[in-house]
């Protein structure tokens, strides 16, 4: 039996282990957890709202290679993303995260019919407010309340 640390490929996709960390493997972040210069890149694509889902690619391979039921998270703010990627198989659920930190019912409202995209801006201030009091909170969100209140 390959062990948990052992090199692998999924479908040509080389691994350097059995713990999928895509930060690291994407050499988005170093070994000690800081970000590097293409982490830093791509926070500023995802915060100018591109591209949607990019996790798709490897989610496609890992689906076509695995054969099991599928849950893709990252970027995924559109409705029509979300539906696609259900509808072409890319996978079979979608978890958008940092949307749902952002507006907690938005699963409903898109059920209810209002399809806009996500109002999460993609800033990563979510991960910068937990605290004992309030939990995990959009920071772009709670700025505009505190606003609205002065």
Not at 45 to 62: K, N, Q, V
Request: net charge negative.
């Amino acid at each position: 039996m390959p062990g948990l640390f052992e090199p692998t490929t999924i479908n040509g996709m080389a691994l350097k282990n059995r713990f999928v960390r895509s930060a690291t493997w994407e050499g988005m972040a170093a070994d000690g957890g800081t970000s590097t210069p293409a982490l830093e890149a791509m926070m500023a694509e995802l915060a100018a709202g591109e591209p949607e889902a990019y996790c798709e690619a490897a989610a496609r391979r890992f689906k076509e290679t695995m054969g099991i039921p599928l849950v893709l998270v990252g970027g995924i703010r559109a409705f029509e993303t979300a539906e696609r990627l259900v509808a072409e198989g890319a996978t079979d659920y979608v978890a958008p995260s940092r949307p749902l930190i952002r507006e907690p019912r938005l699963i409903e409202r898109w059920q209810a019919g209002d399809t806009a995209p996500a109002r999460c801006v993609r800033d990563n201030g979510c991960f910068d407010t937990p605290d004992e009091v309030h939990g995990l909170f959009c920071a772009v969100a709670a700025r505009k309340a505190r606003r609205a209140c002065e």
